[in-house]
């Protein structure tokens, strides 16, 4: 079948996209599996809490941006077909996005220096617009 | 299809060909994600800046553990696992009928496409209940003048706060007017049927508060307001994103069934409307974690 996207000065070649279905079904169980891991561990999270040390609580959590981040590359790359595309489209997309490495360290920083400036100097820490003394006292616990 | 084989080192760059061998409406669907990818970056991070600046946070597990039919079950995660997996699926669904498209299967591309919709509107269906859920849900919380009221997840109000010891639900009990405390033993008795609303009004504040002692009332502190804020913000922005896909889909199922794509000799457009609803899916991938998971 002749078709005006081959002739289409725009494109030289063409990927191998009709490959079969079955890169597509591993993928869908690989990101199925990411997501029962992410939630194994969330659940792990909900029976442990209070039991777990910050460190542990952390570590888990870290686990589980690791495993996203892993989900957000198979439905980019295979999903999307970014993998597919030649080098300089996937650089003009990649290059920008590694604004955030910088965009999400510095913002947390910044809510997590708020955080400590407030408690330093308003004494003991307090939940948010509570005055009861009883408050301030489990707030200490926070 | 004439596949051209493409020469390690071919010269993108020399003239006579797109360097980024791709249409100029893909290679534009692909930069418009990229912003749209920084607003919704910019919206998780400032919900990060003030969940880190806060010394509590609602914990998700609490927020979000009701499933419908379930009754008052603790349920943490499912409903939303379940939202997850509609989406997961749908952008299957989504990615075969691209598949389809490239073998100019017409039938094959209508079949992904209605299911791919359908996908879309279950996720809408389930984002409004829980929506719904949330904004007429009913949690006693300890107010700033040290009374109890009930206080439904809005932008302006939220429930969820440190829990509060039985001794403090006590002492506030006795602060409480007799309306809020009618108001939160009509919704104690709401699950359990009893004493009709109206014979509450007529209870004296001891009747009552034995009442809800007795029903076992669980209340908390108010949390962060931003919280109710940065939920429906981002989610209803991301509900905004499904509900045009589902727009956008609709319009290719029609336009395939027209025969448009096949006249024209490629299903391309299939493509970039693919492109937008995997975007969608890799929100929700990130809009699950900040809010459910962590």
């Known amino acids: 079948m002749s078709s005006s ?7 030289t070649f063409h990927p191998e996209h009709a490959s079969g279905t079955k890169k597509i079904s591993s993928t869908f169980c690989v990101l199925s599996l990411l997501t029962i891991i992410e939630l194994g561990l969330g659940f792990f999270l909900y029976a442990k809490h209070g039991h777990l040390g910050a460190i542990s609580v952390l570590t888990t959590k870290v686990v589980i941006v690791i495993l996203t981040i892993a989900k957000a590359y198979y439905i980019v790359s295979v999903f999307m077909h970014l993998g597919d595309e030649v080098r300089n489209l996937i650089m003009t997309i990649i290059v920008p996005l590694c604004l955030f490495i910088w965009f999400i360290i ?3 920083w910044d809510g997590n220096s708020w955080k400590t400036l407030r408690n330093r100097y308003n004494g003991t820490p307090k939940i948010e617009k509570v005055t009861s003394p009883a408050v301030l006292e489990k707030g200490k616990k926070n | 299809m004439s596949t051209v084989a493409v020469q390690q080192g071919t010269k993108w760059w020399s003239g006579g060909r797109s360097p980024f061998n791709a249409s100029y409406g893909k290679v534009m669907m692909w930069y418009f994600l990229m912003s749209d990818a920084f607003t919704f970056g910019a919206f998780l991070i400032s919900y990060g800046t003030i969940r880190f600046s806060v010394n509590f946070w609602a914990d998700p597990n609490h927020v979000f553990n009701s499933f419908p039919f379930a009754g008052h079950a603790n349920l943490p995660l499912a409903f939303v696992s379940l939202m997850t997996f509609i989406l997961i699926a749908s952008s299957v669904t989504m990615v075969l009928a691209v598949h389809e498209g490239h073998k100019m299967n017409k ?13 879309g509107f279950a996720f809408l269906g389930c984002q409004a209940w829980e929506w719904t859920h949330l904004l007429t849900g009913e949690h006693v919380a300890l107010l700033n003048d040290g009374t109890l009221s009930i206080l439904p997840t ?10 509060l010891s039985k001794e ?18 009509a919704s104690l008795h709401h699950n359990t049927s009893g004493v009709a609303h109206h014979d509450m009004s007529a209870m004296s504040n001891q009747e009552l508060i034995k009442m809800i002692q007795t029903a076992g009332l669980q209340a908390s502190h108010t949390g962060p307001i ?9 989610t209803g922005f991301h509900g905004f994103h499904v509900l045009s896909g589902v727009f956008i889909n609709v319009i290719m199922y029609i336009k395939t069934k027209l025969g448009h794509f096949e006249q024209r000799g490629h299903y391309e457009m299939i493509e970039k409307a693919g492109l937008y609803w995997h975007f969608v899916d890799l929100v929700w991938v990130f809009v699950f974690l900040c809010f459910y998971l962590i």
Do not use: D, R
């Open chain 2, 168 to 185: 403090a639900i006590a002492a506030a009990l006795q602060n409480t007017p007799n309306s809020q405390l009618s108001a939160i033993a």
């Open chain 2, 226 to 234: 931003a919280f109710g804020g940065y939920f429906f913000g981002i």
């Open chain 2, 107 to 119: 039938k094959g591309v209508e079949k992904y496409m209605i299911l791919t919709i359908i996908g």
């Open chain 1, 5 to 11: 996207i081959e002739t289409s000065t725009e494109i």
């Open chain 1, 106 to 108: 510095a913002f947390l």
């Open chain 2, 154 to 163: 809005t932008v302006k109000s939220n429930p969820w706060g440190a829990e």
